[in-house]
């Protein structure tokens, strides 16, 4: 911290807030994947085929997709500290039943509970941090943000192999109790409650249309590139899900109080904001899921090596939170993002040369690298695009933020399959990387397409209320 930026005096309140946001965020965003290297062990537990174990993680996606679209209401009707710390007690409670799991149908049906409640807990604790912290004061968050977006799923894969092979599978979910509990216990103490209200009743109709289109088109993104865009499953799904989601679209602009307020949209910074979470999500997901592949097909590396090949890339997002931190009040939020997204998408086609892959700390540099650049870019965005957003509509606003940036994720996984798929690419020796390559310049496409929208942000960072001296003397 640096002279010219003070800390943020902060209150008891705020500092709980931050406390039990970051410990439930970690929490969700660790169970994102550290599950994937033990679905073998599992399976052969519980005497099932691999191919059934991977409903767990089936089960969990889809589950969080379609909490998704009522977390904002949820927070708006019942209070943001209710909610959150409701979802967070039953995160918690499920964790401990798939660790107590005797069968794999009960280790689905506790999935499925941690699944609903994780969809709720980010939406509604960003909404929480974004009320308690005004505009001006929220790029000091940057480091609060980061920790949960990009270190914890980035530890997943080698603490749940560690934890696999030198405990149990079990400890995969029993990590999260104590956390969990302590977090709950805090929240209860610390926080304040906050009830925006709703108007209106609530939309069922929106609901039984939003909820089954996130949770269709999560399935069919996710799970087509292993299990065949061909397969009927993934057809229908892919099909029912775009049909209730034009059709949630349609009733969501007529309706009086529509279960997501589309018209949000009409904020010029927090439209850019949205579209730019779609596209790096897609850019930066797909470019971690499909470089593991060409470092394993280019020299004939290890999943577990692969998968350490990448994780440069979050300590290089740590470090963004301080650049943005120290850049953001300087240069303000488009001066920062374009570049750094211009960056971003060089550094991503920089992954595709024929010469990378062969060299081990030129991979470690580019990654870190990524994380750095895009990081950068995607805090002052989302700090930014949430300025002019009243804490009244903060609910919705985070709501539709979070459900589009999750379908993001999921679309750029499935281009990098389908292109890789589509180029023929069989997974055996160097004539096979050219696939891989070409779904990197891809990737590095969509993020390029974002410095579109980063020119549409405002020029200057979110500045401290001129007759507001309160809250201007926390700056």
């Known amino acids: 911290?640096?002279?010219?930026?003070?800390?943020?005096?902060?209150?008891?309140?705020?500092?709980?807030?931050?406390?039990?946001?970051?410990?439930?965020?970690?929490?969700?965003?660790?169970?994102?994947?550290?599950?994937?290297?033990?679905?073998?062990?599992?399976?052969?537990?519980?005497?099932?085929?691999?191919?059934?174990?991977?409903?767990?993680?089936?089960?969990?996606?889809?589950?969080?997709?379609?909490?998704?679209?009522?977390?904002?209401?949820?927070?708006?009707?019942?209070?943001t500290k209710r909610v959150f710390l409701g979802a967070l007690a039953v995160f918690t409670l499920a964790s401990a039943a798939c660790g107590l799991s005797g069968s794999l149908t009960a280790l689905v049906l506790a999935r499925v509970m941690q699944g609903l409640a994780g969809g709720l807990l980010t939406p509604v604790g960003m909404t929480l941090l974004f009320r308690t912290f005004p505009p001006?004061?929220?790029?000091?968050?940057?480091?609060?943000?980061?920790?949960?977006?990009?270190?914890?799923?980035?530890?997943g894969p080698p603490l749940g192999g560690f934890l696999t092979e030198h405990l149990s599978w079990h400890w995969l979910f029993f990590v999260n109790v104590p956390i969990g509990a302590a977090a709950v216990l805090i929240g209860l103490v610390?926080?304040?409650?906050?009830?925006?209200g709703t108007e209106g009743g609530f939309d069922r109709t929106g609901f039984l249309l939003a909820t089954p289109a996130l949770g269709f088109l999560t399935y069919a993104l996710g799970f087509g590139p292993s299990h065949g865009w061909t397969t009927a499953s993934i057809l229908v799904s892919a099909l029912a899900g775009s049909v209730l989601a034009v059709a949630a679209v349609l009733h969501q602009l007529r309706a009086t109080t529509p279960l997501l307020e589309l018209r949000l949209f009409k904020d010029r910074e927090y439209a850019a904001a949205t579209v730019l979470a779609l596209v790096t999500s897609a850019g930066l997901m797909g470019v971690l899921f499909v470089f593991p592949l060409l470092y394993q097909a280019v020299l004939g590396a290890s999943a577990l090596d692969a998968g350490l090949s990448v994780f440069p890339e979050a300590l290089g997002l740590m470090l963004a939170s301080q650049a943005v931190d120290r850049l953001l009040?300087?240069?303000?939020?488009?001066?920062?993002?374009?570049?750094?997204?211009?960056?971003a998408a060089l550094v991503f086609a920089a992954l595709a040369l024929p010469a990378v892959a062969e060299n081990a700390w030129a991979v470690r540099i580019l990654m870190f690298a990524v994380g750095l650049v895009l990081g950068t870019a995607v805090l002052t965005i989302?700090?930014?695009?949430?300025?002019?957003?009243?804490?009244?509509?903060?609910g919705q606003a985070m709501g539709l933020f979070t459900i589009v940036r999750t379908l993001g994720g999921a679309f750029g996984i499935a281009v990098t399959a389908a292109v890789v798929s589509a180029l023929g690419a069989s997974g055996?020796?160097?004539?096979?990387?050219?696939?891989?390559?070409?779904?990197?310049?891809?990737?590095?496409?969509?993020?390029?397409?974002?410095?579109?929208?980063?020119?549409?942000?405002?020029?200057?960072?979110?500045?401290?209320?001129?007759?507001?001296?309160?809250e201007a003397a926390t700056v």
């Open 382 to 394: 989302q700090i930014a695009g949430f300025a002019g957003i009243a804490p009244p509509h903060m």
């Open 329 to 343: 009040p300087r240069l303000g939020p488009r001066r920062l993002a374009a570049p750094a997204l211009v960056l």
């Open 1 to 79: 911290m640096t002279a010219e930026t003070p800390r943020i005096p902060v209150a008891p309140s705020r500092a709980a807030v931050v406390v039990v946001y970051t410990a439930a965020m970690c929490m969700n965003g660790l169970d994102s994947t550290i599950v994937n290297p033990a679905l073998l062990t599992i399976a052969r537990d519980f005497g099932r085929p691999v191919s059934a174990a991977n409903t767990v993680e089936v089960a969990f996606l889809v589950s969080l997709a379609v909490a998704l679209p009522v977390a904002g209401w949820l927070g708006d009707r019942f209070g």
């Open 136 to 155: 001006h004061v929220r790029v000091k968050l940057a480091k609060v943000l980061i920790v949960p977006t990009a270190l914890m799923p980035a530890l």
């Open 428 to 470: 055996h020796g160097d004539a096979d990387a050219g696939p891989y390559r070409v779904a990197i310049l891809v990737t590095a496409g969509l993020v390029a397409l974002g410095v579109v929208w980063a020119l549409r942000m405002p020029q200057r960072a979110p500045q401290p209320p001129v007759l507001e001296e309160e």
């Open 190 to 196: 610390g926080i304040r409650e906050h009830v925006e």
